[in-house]
Structures are given as structure tokens and as C-alpha cells.
């Protein structure tokens, strides 16, 4: 008789271990590790789950229970992503299996059934996909001086890259960032060694962008995308292709870094200080965390890679965990506009003469910093905000001729006056993109006026003059590259209250600038201060430096890491109690707001693993304690929310 342990897929923090079931008769070879199970619980339920391991033996035998059924006979989850799983969910005081929902796409039935018919009627022993039979492509430059890319794979060495700014040229005549050629051919090269590689990029334009350029260095047959974008079909077939024994590149957003890749070579990570890096969902795992530990693992080589560097590769280059490598490249020509003349603060004359010259020659960058037309509303008499009379949310205007609503709740604010002074006329208080894009059109007649932003996302514009108006983030790759780049709303940008704002600002800036050809004037208006310099300088990396020297005399991350607890009172101190006896750990809090407690908790990376423990404990104990009792004849009322435990959040700070 053998036994299997199972992982349930279950939300409920204290079934988060592995249970042993009986193997019956029936199901001898079907139960194997990896493959989905039906299994019974108490009370006659029934839950799904992942067989992680098969055993001769169990503490349990006398009172395991059968395996009901076995769902699927495809081994969807491989040993080396559970362990992952559980490591990166004990590391976040999470659960495990909310890290497989995020590593194993949902089933497709169909697709699956395809898949495994194609690996039947292979040959014996052989991949249903087989290898190009013509040569692939030539292998491109890597262009970084004194960096042996094989050795590296092979020893499983770390590096923090800071990528060349500036567009190339590929063979089939299209364009791609300089950032992107290079992971290309690193991912290419650990393809010839026969590994794998695994690129995770934050949304879909550098998705596109990067697949352009491994479509010229990697066969179609060995790329393999991963992406938000995909139907739910196509991202489980390319899942089940990635769990083929052979070397493939996986390229895709954050879930990426859990495809079960053969013989994994490298993880490259771009731009790891990207907010869209940061896992939405529980256990709230960051893709740079998963990357290092899964690097860790696997004993594979990983690139954090940037035009800059962010505060928290600085911190693993500090500690000697990342070798800093760049790629030489002449450094852009960034200016800075600080002082305007009175009426044109925000584009100042210089960002109004440098745009005029560069149509000339080719398109011109324009980043804002919000998209829509009139963001924000003021109340043209005593210029307060104009607040929505039914919740209190902010006015505002998606374009020029819709009529203002709120931001919150969405209604029109027909008759509205000011509660302050009762005047009944608003005026723009922020200037959208697409409010920008008619004042351009304005100034610059007889010029293409073209918008990306979030309603109008563009991810490629020709090498013709025309005025590119973008939001942070959306901004087109140029054919060839900009002719020149203004970056409006900077101090507007640098107003927000968050820690990392500075690195957020200079991370966007320096996107932006990388997208200039060579040599192409780049214009920053109203800003000054140290992250201006480092832009214009283009040293972020000491940027990067003088931050995390500053955060750890504070103990602010990521010179520390931190965790909140939020929930009823008693169970936040209860789980505060659990730290006492902790050394390197200091408790902000906590504070009360509408019956809930909320606590930060700071400590040292050496203590990561005891806090995690400790309040992982605690919620379990939260979890499974005794729902409270009711009198007869009165309603129900609704529970507070017990406890909440997240590591490392950013939120806070």
C-alpha cells in the first residue's frame, strides 16, 4: 500500500500542510507526484489538490482516507516549483497553495487532452515537440566587456545590469530598446548551452517589445510566452509546454518566474523596481524575491536588469549578492529646465525651442504624468477641489467635451457649487494627456499630435515628426528613436507622499530618456535636487546608493524589511506578543481606525525567518478560533476581519 501527500487547494491558512491518503487499488499508477486529485475531507466535503509525493509509508495510516479520484493524469506540478511554493509562502507568512494558483494556470480541458494525445503518439522516450532541424539563428553579441555568459550559467552567478539607453535596429528591420537586445541575447546564448531562461518583464508593451527581439536570435519553436494577455487557453497550452524536458525560453509577466522551465539556466528580471512587479495577491510575493530564491534553488545564473538601479538591487550588490555589470553606451544629453518664464511654468521656453527644432528631424516625447483631460478640477474662485456633492470624491473630465463626474462614484455633477464659497464654475487644476495634446496642437500647427495612455495605448510610432503626448509608462518606441523627449508635471510627479517616490520618478524618467537616440536633447522641467542631477548625469546607481545610506540610519526598507498586522485588537496584540522575544525587532503601533488595529513590524533580513514563523502561527491560531456566540433572537453581526499579516508591504511607507 502506498500513500500520497497532498497540498489542497484551499484559501484557509490552516490547511496549508501536506495530508496523507491511501492510494487504493483502482488508482495505483494513475495517483503519481504532480498530478491534480480529488480527495475527501470531513463532514462528507470533498477538496482538490496537488500530489506532491508518494509514500510507503504514514504516521497516519490508520486513519488516512482514500484518493476519491484522480482529475487529471497531466503532472502539472513540478517538485522544483513546490518547493519554491513553500519556501517564497514561509518566507511570506502565506500559504503555499496561493502561490501555486499563481505558478499553475487553470485547467483547460480541451487543451489538455491535446496535449497529452500529442505525447502519446511520440516515440518512445522522445518529446512529442522536436527540435528545428536547420540551424538556428546566429548568435548576436552580448556586449558586456569582461562578462563570460557561459562560465556565469554555469556557476549560477548573480548580476544587477544596467542596460545601454537607446533603440537598435533588428535583422528584420524593425525596432527594439537597447534593454531588449540585450536580454535577447543573453537568453539565447544560455539557449545554446541547452538551458532554459525565464524573462519577466512588468506589462505587455515590454512583452512585445522583448519578443520582437528574440524573434530574431531564438526559434519560434523555443520561445514560449506566459503573458496577462493571453485567453486562458493559450496560457495553459504554453504552461504544458513548458513542462516538456527541453530547453526553452519562457517570456512573461509576473507569474512567469513559477513555469516549471527544463534544465533552467538563467532568470532575467527587467526593470525590478516597476510597481507592476508586485504581486497583487496573497502571500503578495514581489517577482524580484521569487526570482532570488528560485535562483537560489535551482542554482541558476539571474540578471536584474535597468537602465538604473533600484534602492533594493543596490542593497544585494552592497551585501555581495549581485556583481554590477553594464553595458557601455555614451551617456544621454539630459537638461535641466528649472526656471520658466511667468504663464509657461509647466514647459518652460528651453522644452518649447528644443521641441520646435527636433520636428525637424522626427518625433518628439511628451510624458505627463496623468492621462485623461482635466484630472483634477478647482473651483475657479477660491481654487480648492472640487469635491462631488453625493460622496465627496474628486471632479474631474475624460475629455474635453464630457461634462465633469467623479472619480469615485461616477455621477455627473450637474448644478454643482462650490461648499466653500458656492461659486459655481470649476477650472482645470491638472493638465491630462489629452488636454495636452490639444494645447500642442495649438502651439504646434500643422503637426501630428498623437496620445498613449491607458484609453489610447500605442506601442510603436514611425519615424515622422509628430508630438508623442504619454503617460508614465505607456510611452511608443520610436523608429530609430526620439528626436527629442520632454518630461512635464515632474515636481507635480515628485508631490506624492510614498518612500519611493524619488526612485519611482527617476525610474520613469530614465524609461523615458532611454527612448532618445543617440545624442538627442531630453528636457526636464521644474525639477531640481539630487534625483534631477542623477538623471542628468545619468548616475542612478549612486542615487540608488545614497538612498539606501539614508533609509538604513531610519531603518526604512529596504535596509530592513518590515511586515504590517492588521486586524481586531486582540488578535493584533496577540500576535504583536509573539515577537517579544525577538532581538532586532522594533513594532510601529498600533493605531486604531473604525475598530481595526494596524501594527508595523520592523526587523532585520536575519530575522525574516523567525518573525514570518511567528506570525504565521498567529494566524493560524486566529483562523481556527471559536467564532463568538449569538443571542437568540438577535441578528448576526458581521465579524471584523481577524487578523491580516503582510510582509513586506509597501503601502505603508
Known amino acids: 500500500m502506498s500513500f500520497a501527500r497532498v497540498v489542497l487547494d484551499s484559501p484557509l491558512p490552516q490547511l496549508d500542510r501536506l495530508f496523507d491518503y491511501r492510494v487504493p487499488p483502482e488508482l495505483e499508477g494513475a495517483v503519481a507526484p504532480g498530478v491534480r486529485v480529488r480527495v475527501p475531507l470531513r463532514g462528507g466535503r470533498a477538496a482538490r489538490g496537488y500530489v506532491v509525493e508518494l509514500a510507503e509509508r504514514s504516521e497516519f495510516a490508520e486513519a488516512a482516507r482514500d484518493v476519491a479520484a484522480v482529475v487529471s493524469p497531466a503532472r502539472v506540478l513540478d517538485p522544483a516549483v513546490w518547493r519554491l511554493a513553500r519556501e517564497l509562502a514561509d518566507r511570506a507568512a502565506g500559504s503555499a497553495n496561493d502561490i501555486l494558483r499563481l505558478a ?53 552567478e548573480r548580476f544587477a545590469l544596467t542596460a545601454a539607453p537607446g533603440p537598435v535596429r533588428l535583422e528584420d528591420g524593425g525596432w527594439a530598446g537597447g534593454w531588449a537586445a540585450a536580454l535577447a541575447a543573453l537568453a539565447a546564448h544560455c539557449l545554446a548551452q541547452g538551458r532554459s531562461a525565464i524573462l519577466c518583464v512588468p506589462d505587455y508593451r515590454d512583452v512585445e517589445q522583448l519578443a520582437r527581439a528574440l524573434s530574431a536570435v531564438v526559434e519560434p519553436e523555443r520561445l514560449v510566452r506566459l503573458d496577462t494577455r493571453q485567453s486562458e487557453a493559450a496560457r495553459y497550452r504554453g504552461f504544458l509546454r513548458t513542462l516538456l524536458p527541453q530547453p526553452v525560453v519562457v517570456l512573461g509577466n509576473r507569474s512567469a518566474v513559477y513555469a516549471p522551465a527544463h534544465a533552467l539556466g538563467a532568470i532575467l528580471l527587467w526593470d525590478d523596481g516597476d510597481p507592476l512587479h508586485r504581486e497583487p495577491l496573497a502571500p503578495y510575493v514581489h517577482v524580484r524575491d521569487a526570482a532570488l530564491v528560485r535562483a537560489r534553488q535551482a542554482g541558476c545564473a539571474l540578471v536584474l536588469a535597468a537602465h538604473g538601479r533600484s534602492p533594493e538591487a543596490e542593497r544585494l550588490v552592497r551585501v555581495g549578492w549581485l556583481r554590477a555589470v553594464s553595458v557601455p553606451a555614451p551617456r544621454p544629453h539630459v537638461m535641466l529646465a528649472t526656471a520658466a518664464e511667468p504663464g509657461s511654468a509647466r514647459i518652460p ?66 448644478a454643482w457649487n462650490c461648499a466653500h464659497c458656492g461659486s459655481e464654475r470649476m477650472r482645470p487644476g491638472v493638465a491630462g494627456s489629452s488636454r495636452t495634446a490639444e494645447e500642442l496642437a495649438k502651439a504646434f500647427p500643422n503637426t501630428r499630435v498623437l496620445v498613449s495612455d491607458g484609453q489610447s495605448p500605442r506601442t510603436l510610432v514611425d519615424a515622422r515628426p509628430a508630438l508623442v503626448v504619454a503617460t508614465r509608462g505607456a510611452e511608443p ?63 542612478q546607481p549612486e542615487f540608488a546608493r545614497r538612498e539606501l545610506e539614508q533609509r538604513a540610519e531610519l531603518r526604512f526598507p529596504p535596509a530592513v524589511r518590515s511586515a504590517t498586522v492588521t486586524g481586531a485588537p486582540d488578535a493584533v496584540a496577540e500576535a504583536l506578543s509573539a515577537l517579544d522575544a525577538l532581538d532586532d525587532v522594533d513594532v510601529l503601533g498600533p493605531v486604531e481606525d473604525g475598530g481595526i488595529d494596524r501594527a508595523i513590524v520592523r526587523f532585520g533580513y536575519a530575522r525574516g525567518e523567525d518573525v514570518a514563523s511567528a506570525l504565521r502561527a498567529a494566524l493560524v491560531r486566529s483562523a481556527t478560533g471559536r467564532r463568538r456566540a449569538v443571542a437568540a433572537g438577535r441578528a448576526e453581526e458581521p465579524e471584523l476581519p481577524r487578523l491580516r499579516i503582510r510582509m513586506d508591504d509597501p503601502d505603508v511607507w
Open 349 to 414: 521656453p528651453l522644452a518649447w525651442r528644443t521641441a520646435r527644432e527636433a520636428l525637424r528631424t522626427g518625433p518628439v516625447l511628451v510624458q505627463v504624468g496623468q492621462p485623461g483631460h482635466s484630472p483634477v478640477l478647482l473651483c475657479a474662485e477660491c481654487r480648492r477641489p472640487a469635491r462631488c456633492a453625493r460622496c465627496g470624491g474628486p471632479l474631474r473630465k475624460a475629455s474635453a467635451s464630457a461634462a465633469p463626474a467623479c472619480g469615485w462614484c461616477g455621477a455627473l455633477a450637474a
Open 477 to 539: 518606441l520610436a523608429a530609430g528613436g526620439y528626436a527629442a523627449v520632454l518630461l512635464l508635471d515632474g515636481e507635480r510627479m515628485l508631490a506624492r507622499e510614498s518612500l519611493f517616490v524619488a526612485d519611482d520618478c527617476l525610474r520613469q524618467w530614465s524609461n523615458a530618456v532611454a527612448l532618445a537616440r543617440p545624442g538627442a536633447p531630453c528636457v526636464l522641467a521644474g525639477v531640481g535636487g539630487p534625483v534631477a542631477q542623477a538623471l542628468a548625469t545619468w548616475r
Open 104 to 156: 499553475i494556470p487553470p485547467r483547460q480541458a480541451r487543451v489538455e487532452k491535446a496535449f497529452l494525445g500529442a505525447q502519446q503518439g511520440a516515440p518512445e522516450g522522445v518529446p512529442a515537440v522536436q527540435p528545428p532541424a536547420a540551424a538556428g539563428p546566429a548568435l548576436p553579441e552580448l556586449g558586456v566587456p569582461g562578462l563570460d555568459w557561459a562560465g556565469a550559467v554555469q556557476r549560477g
